[in-house]
């Protein structure tokens, strides 16, 4: 990989930071290939005081606007460059809804992506995966296979990296679970290679229930810190601006190269 190329990886891979609060939404690093038996692992923390959040009528038992007590989610994300463009992805996550019900959840996600094509600034990616565990919609537990196409852009501007990534897809289900998702990210450096500014949304919406208790719209900023080649550190904030999700949190995440 060009020095160029770890340039965008090192902005792109932050993208995925956050976005598993709920099982449907899927953590993704874009569509940049790690280079083979590169690896990476990404720990994040989201906790919703009960002072950062109103009241909400959602009913996604991971959403933390459902509740007036403290809640949090801890994730480990990790991805493993197989080679020829391949990179597997594998995801577990713990949400402790609070106190208040003392309820636990725990999810799960592996999968392939393929980076299928590079044209100047641009590259693209497709990715295949197969989640299990709790769900926005409680009919829709279990397990339920997602397919993405992945777009990505880059430049240098001077000394620092900007990049800009879409990503959309399904669930690939036989039922009212089945619905589109897209997710948007873009990064830009403050510092060259130390720090950057990102800003991200989550859109999810069921395919056969169209309507604001069935559609998620999630926006998230944030600063990551590079502290060395192989560890970096994020903070920031996320709020959700539909029925479905009102929710009101903050996150931290370390995420390391090996």
Not at 190 to 201: E, H, I, K, T
């Amino acid at each position: 990989m060009t020095n160029r190329g770890k340039g965008w990886r090192f902005a792109a891979v932050l993208t995925g930071l956050g976005s598993g609060l709920a099982a449907e939404q899927t953590a993704s690093a874009g569509p940049w290939p790690l280079a083979r038996k590169e690896k990476l692992s990404i720990t994040t923390l989201v906790a919703a005081p009960a002072a950062l959040r109103g009241p909400t009528q959602s009913d996604d038992p991971l959403d933390f606007g459902s509740e007036s007590a403290d809640a949090a989610v801890i994730e480990t994300y990790a991805e493993w460059g197989l080679g020829a463009g391949f990179t597997a992805i594998g995801k577990a996550q713990t949400a402790w809804q609070g106190p208040a019900t003392g309820q636990t959840t725990g999810s799960y996600e592996f999968g392939l992506r393929r980076t299928i094509a590079r044209r100047g600034d641009f590259v693209f990616a497709w990715q295949a995966s197969l989640a299990g565990g709790p769900s926005q919609n409680e009919a829709c537990a279990g397990e339920r296979a997602e397919l993405r196409l992945l777009a990505g852009w880059g430049r240098k501007f001077g000394r620092r990296n900007a990049f800009a990534a879409l990503e959309s897809g399904g669930r690939v289900r036989t039922d009212a679970c089945a619905g589109v998702k897209t997710d948007f990210a873009l990064g830009v450096e403050l510092v060259p290679n130390r720090l950057q500014f990102l800003s991200q949304s989550f859109f999810d919406l069921d395919r056969e229930r169209r309507n604001s208790r069935n559609l998620t719209l999630k926006f998230q900023q944030s600063l990551v810190l590079r502290v060395s080649p192989k560890w970096s550190a994020q903070i920031g904030g996320r709020f959700g601006v539909t029925e479905q999700s009102r929710e009101r949190s903050a996150l931290v995440a370390l995420w390391r190269r090996f």
